[in-house]
């Protein structure tokens, strides 16, 4: 599976934004996918995560309500809408996907597959 993130960019505080992850390959394989996000000098963070067949979704606590993560499994897409930005939102966003569910949907080392980013700059 081949993951490409797209949609970063700068927006000022309050702003939004919608990340787009497109998926290639066996995407039949996939479990659930997830975004994560890395600021500089911090470790990568989960965000949110959505079941692929299922489309049930789950959220970082301090996402939830600004951030709305969905899917089009006919279009192997994924989207992350993200509301109410503040210059803290302020990293590279990543797309991931896993082929089966390990236990958690929050830690990174459970998923198989990433895409190479996205940055996205909240300016105040």
């Known amino acids: 599976v081949q993951l490409q993130a797209s949609g970063g960019g700068l927006v000022q505080a309050g702003g939004s934004l919608r990340l787009s992850c497109a998926a290639f390959?066996?995407?039949?394989?996939?479990?659930?996918m997830g975004w994560f996000r890395q600021a500089p000098g911090k470790e990568r963070e989960f965000v949110a995560a959505?079941?692929?067949?299922?489309?049930?979704?789950y959220y970082a606590d301090s996402m939830k309500g600004r951030f709305t993560i969905s899917r089009d499994n006919a279009k192997n897409m994924v989207w992350l809408q993200m509301n109410s930005l503040n210059p803290d939102d302020t990293a590279v966003y990543y797309c991931?996907?896993?082929?089966?569910?390990?236990?958690?949907?929050?830690?990174?080392?459970?998923?198989?597959?990433w895409g190479q980013g996205t940055q996205v700059t909240v300016s105040s």
């Open positions: 991931a996907a896993a082929a089966f569910y390990r236990g958690t949907y929050s830690y990174s080392g459970k998923y198989d597959f």
């Open positions: 390959g066996r995407t039949f394989s996939i479990d659930h």
């Open positions: 959505i079941r692929w067949s299922a489309g049930n979704t």
